[in-house]
T-cell receptor, first 115, second 113 residues
Framework: GAVVSQHPSRVICKSGTSVKIECRSLDFQATTMFWYRQFPKKSLMLMATSNEGSKATYEQGVEKDKFLINHASLTLSTLTVTSAHPEDSSFYIC???????????FGPGTRLTVL | AQRVTQPEKLLSVFKGAPVELKCNYSYSGSPELFWYVQYSRQRLQLLLRHISRESIKGFTADLNKGETSFHLKKPFAQEEDSAMYYCAPATWSYGGATNKLIFGTGTLLAVQP
């Protein structure tokens, strides 16, 4: 149980376009989803915390207008990278958790390459 | 600010040798601490959490509040233990129903045959 999926697994886009990444909890209801960014050979950097039905809470230094997060249901959160630029190229990982439990279940990640 | 430090980027040991992956944290209050592991080409997964005081795959970790440490240990390393290990304290998330994790920089454990 506790499986989290991400779609797509890889995406290549042109500079200036927007890209949407989906994160789904497949067999449980996720009251909270988290979005991370991982640079090569670096740790995970938390970008934002997303609670179902409310606005996401962004970490310091993360542009909320650049990285739009929507958590419309208990099983789906989306991250949209707007007007992507090459410096946005990275590995984006989501995780999901149930209210009151601090264990997070991680998705497989999405590799974004902006040309 | 909450911080977690994993001083070793790489730890290389031989099979059968003891392993200790260091983790130090700075945190106000009573933290809940986790170790997550990422095997090659796999997603991040929970290895163990301090409140359950369990042993997973032979690994244990004791929370030392005096030293603010949560080192991960295994008496006899196996080749399949080779992976990236992250120490992560859970810290309160404003408006969140679940605390957020702050990940350390990770330690790559390489177990040689």
């Amino acid at each position: 149980g506790a499986v989290v999926s991400q779609h797509p697994s890889r995406v290549i886009c042109k500079s200036g376009t927007s890209v949407k990444i989906e994160c789904r909890s497949l067999d449980f209801q996720a009251t909270t989803m988290f979005w991370y960014r991982q640079f090569p050979k670096k740790s995970l950097m938390l970008m934002a915390t997303s609670n179902e039905g409310s606005k996401a809470t962004y970490e310091q230094g993360v542009e909320k207008d650049k990285f739009l997060i929507n958590h419309a249901s208990l099983t789906l959160s989306t991250l949209t990278v707007t007007s992507a630029h090459p410096e946005d190229s990275s590995f984006y990982i989501c995780s999901a958790a149930t209210s009151g439990y601090n264990e997070q279940f991680f998705g497989p990640g999405t590799r974004l390459t902006v040309l | 600010a909450q911080r977690v430090t994993q001083p070793e980027k790489l730890l290389s040991v031989f099979k059968g040798a003891p392993v200790e992956l260091k983790c130090n944290y700075s945190y106000s209050g009573s933290p809940e601490l986790f170790w997550y592991v990422q095997y090659s080409r796999q997603r991040l997964q929970l290895l163990l959490r301090h409140i359950s005081r369990e042993s997973i795959k032979g690994f244990t970790a004791d929370l030392n509040k005096g030293e603010t440490s949560f080192h991960l240990k295994k008496p006899f390393a196996q080749e399949e233990d080779s992976a990236m290990y992250y120490c992560a304290p859970a810290t309160w998330s404003y408006g969140g129903a679940t605390n957020k994790l702050i990940f350390g920089t990770g330690t790559l454990l390489a177990v040689q045959p």
